[in-house]
């Protein structure tokens, strides 16, 4: 009995100090990560990050791992490997593979956000035809590829952006609003749907279709599709995946956000991102992004990780720290928009 008790403190001792030594529930200190499933073999994938202890850390962005990233390639990783020996008749089609969340040989996949690039990265590895992984910065990425020695990705860089229509309609309420104020009084929007006033957005700021489109022709150059009389528009990915990039943000960012992603989008094109809960503003960024995503043509809904299942079977990855706290949305673009 008293080995029993001395192994239980010590294993409890350890579980104290591995959550110290984590921050967010995973470990943003060390200098070099591993994300292991079965899908991938007995090869990790090897990431490396400016973590906390490191004097290019800087806080609140990409230079380290963050949560959802590990749930979000489990749950790419659960998919894949359970359409492959499904007797689904559509599983080699890469659109409705990617309706499920798995990669196929064809599978054309964008990750926006990407930090430090572990879901492009894994859905290479699971053998995707090409990944663009992208973010505003890309050294943290781009680093992680070249050590990767995958050649079907790219690391490319994207700002997200509002789009255009979206600009002149949130002007043209701010001249409403002003037009109906009374003289000398403080002119304000009602509609929470659109920013009150673009003042503080360059005149010459790019719109969200003009920024995607150098992604949209990587993807294309790596299709068998010749260039000659086909728009660069006509090729989308099947898949889009973000983790994290929904936390504490405004109302004009999720707008880029949706946009951004708006533009990236195909009608059949499924869009896979993951959410988590941490407080503060999180439920509050995260209405701003559903509201800017059905005005961006996108529709979907929300799935607790603890719940998602695929092909309605439960998934096999074993449950990771707080993903009962996690939301898996699946998107889809059902619409034009009003530019189109």
């Known amino acids: 009995m008293a080995e029993t008790t001395e192994s239980t403190e010590a294993a409890a001792l350890v579980s104290e100090v591995e959550a110290l030594f984590k921050i967010h529930g995973v470990d943003q200190r060390s200098s070099e990560l591993l994300y292991a499933h079965p899908a991938l073999g007995a090869s990790p994938i090897s990431l490396r990050q400016d973590g906390s202890d490191s004097a290019a850390f800087v806080p609140g962005t990409s ?71 992208t973010d505003a910065t890309t050294a943290a990425a781009r680093r992680n590829l070249e050590a990767s020695g995958l050649t079907n990705a790219t690391v490319d860089e994207l700002w997200w952006q509002r789009a255009s229509w979206r600009r002149v309609r949130g002007k043209a309420k ?29 005149p010459d700021a790019p719109d969200a279709a003009a920024t995607v489109a150098s992604v949209l022709r990587s993807l294309r150059l790596a299709t068998s599709i010749s260039s000659s009389g086909d728009s660069v528009n006509e090729i989308y990915p099947h898949m889009i995946v973000a983790s994290d990039v929904c936390y504490s943000q405004g109302r004009r960012e999720m707008q880029m956000l949706a946009d951004t992603m708006g533009a990236l989008c195909g009608f059949e094109t499924t869009l896979w991102l993951m959410f988590e809960d941490r407080g503060d503003c999180c439920w509050g960024t995260l209405q701003h992004f559903w509201r800017a995503a059905e005005s961006a043509g996108l529709e979907g809904d929300p799935t607790p990780v603890e719940e998602v299942t695929v092909l309605g079977e439960p998934r096999t990855s074993q449950r990771r720290h707080n993903d009962s706290e996690r939301l898996l949305l699946r998107l889809r673009r059902v619409r034009k928009t009003p530019a189109e």
């Open 174 to 202: 701010k001249q409403k609003a002003l037009d109906l104020a009374p003289s000398g009084a403080d002119a304000t929007c009602s509609d929470e749907s659109e920013p009150e006033s673009d003042q503080d957005e360059p």
């Open 63 to 133: 230079t380290v791992i963050w949560p959802c990233a590990y749930s979000l390639g489990d749950f790419l990783c659960d998919a894949t490997a359970a359409v492959r020996v499904s007797d689904d008749p559509r599983r080699d089609d890469p659109a409705h593979a990617a309706s499920l969340g798995a990669i196929t040989p064809e599978t054309l996949v964008v990750e926006v956000g990407a930090g430090l690039g572990l879901a492009g990265l894994v859905a290479a590895r699971l053998g995707a035809k090409r990944v663009s992984i």
